[in-house]
C-alpha cells in the first residue's frame, strides 16, 4: 500500500502562459501515426486472430521440446538392490552412459551382460517405476531385470525418449505384472509353470504369436519384418524375457494398467503412478 502525503506550502501564482507540455510517453500514438506505421514494411505486423487457431497452439509453442523432460529421479546406473524378507517398491531413472559408481556392485544377466538395474527381493514383492534416460541409444538397449521370490513382481517401464531397453522380470510363487509404453516394438519371450500368459487387448492388437510350447511361448509386439527382426540373438531392440512359477504373467500398455479385476479393485481411485511415488 502506497501513502501519498502533500507537503504545505506557499503557492504563488504568476499571469504568464506555462509551455505546453510534452504528451507523455505512455500514451498511444495518434491515429495517423499508427496508419501509417501499419503500412511501413519496415514494421512487422501483429499476428492476426481467427477461430481456427485456438489456444492449443500457443499453449503448444510454450511446452518444452520432447527431448527435454527431466528424469522421475537422479540419474543413476549400475545399480543392484537384493532383499530379504522385506520388500522393494520405487522410483529409479537409468542412464546407461554413466560410469560405474566407485564401491558399486556390478550385476550381471544369464549371458555375462553388464545390468544396467536389478532389483530383487526374497520372501517379498517388487514395484518399481523405472525411467530410461535420453543416452542410452549409445550404448545399446538398457539391460534390466527385476525378480522376486515369494512375492508379485510389477515393472512400469517410463520411457519418454523412446529409448530401447531389454527387461527380464522374474517371479517365483507370485504373479508377474509388466506396463510398457506403447512406443515398445520388440520380441517377448515367457516361461510359466502353473501360470498363464496374458496379454491387453491393445497389446494383442499388434502382437504376433511366433511359437507356443509346453510352457514356453514367443512373440512380437509391433512390425517384426519393418524392423527387420530375426532372433533374439541379434536384436538390440526392445525386449521382455518373463518367467513366473505358481502366478500368472500379464503384459499392459502404461495407458491400460492392471487390467484385471483383481488389481483394478486394488487401485480404485487412485492415480496408477501414486502408487510407486
Known amino acids: 500500500m502506497v501513502t501519498l502525503t502533500d507537503d504545505k506550502s506557499d503557492t504563488t501564482y504568476s499571469d504568464k502562459p506555462l509551455p505546453p507540455l510534452d504528451a507523455p510517453s505512455g500514451l498511444p500514438p495518434d491515429y495517423s501515426e499508427a496508419t501509417q506505421s501499419q503500412s511501413d514494411p519496415s514494421v512487422s505486423p501483429l499476428p492476426a486472430f481467427s477461430e481456427s487457431s485456438g489456444s492449443s497452439t500457443i499453449i503448444s509453442d510454450t511446452l518444452p521440446p520432447f527431448s527435454v523432460f527431466e528424469p522421475l529421479t537422479r540419474p543413476t546406473n549400475y545399480l543392484t538392490i537384493e532383499r530379504q524378507n522385506s520388500g522393494i517398491k520405487g522410483t529409479y531413472s537409468i542412464d546407461p552412459s554413466l560410469p560405474v559408481p566407485p564401491g558399486a556392485v556390478v550385476s550381471k544377466d544369464p549371458d555375462g551382460n553388464n545390468l544396467n538395474l536389478r532389483l530383487y527381493s526374497t520372501n517379498g514383492s517388487v ?24 512375492g508379485s513382481t510389477e515393472v512400469t517401464v517410463h520411457d519418454r525418449r523412446q529409448n530401447r531397453f531389454r527387461l527380464r522380470a522374474i517371479s ?22 502353473n501360470g498363464r500368459l496374458r496379454f491387453h487387448s491393445e497389446v494383442e492388437q499388434r502382437l504376433t504369436t511366433f511359437s507356443e510350447l509346453k510352457n514356453e511361448a514367443r512373440h512380437f509386439i509391433g512390425d517384426f519384418s519393418a524392423h527387420g527382426y530375426e532372433d533374439e540373438e541379434t536384436w538390440q531392440m526392445d525386449h521382455l524375457h518373463l518367467e513366473s512359477q505358481n502366478g500368472n504373467v500379464t503384459v499392459n500398455f502404461i495407458s491400460n494398467p492392471n487390467f484385471d479385476d483383481s488389481s483394478a479393485s486394488k487401485g480404485k481411485g487412485k492415480g496408477f503412478f501414486s502408487r510407486f511415488l
Open 127 to 150: 514395484q518399481a517405476v523405472l525411467d530410461i534416460v535420453r543416452g542410452s541409444d549409445a550404448k545399446g538397449p538398457a539391460r534390466l531385470d527385476v525378480g522376486s521370490k515369494n
Open 172 to 193: 517365483q510363487n507370485g504373479s508377474v505384472t509388466i506396463n510398457i509404453p506403447t512406443t515398445f516394438t520388440g520380441s517377448v519371450y515367457s516361461k510359466l509353470q
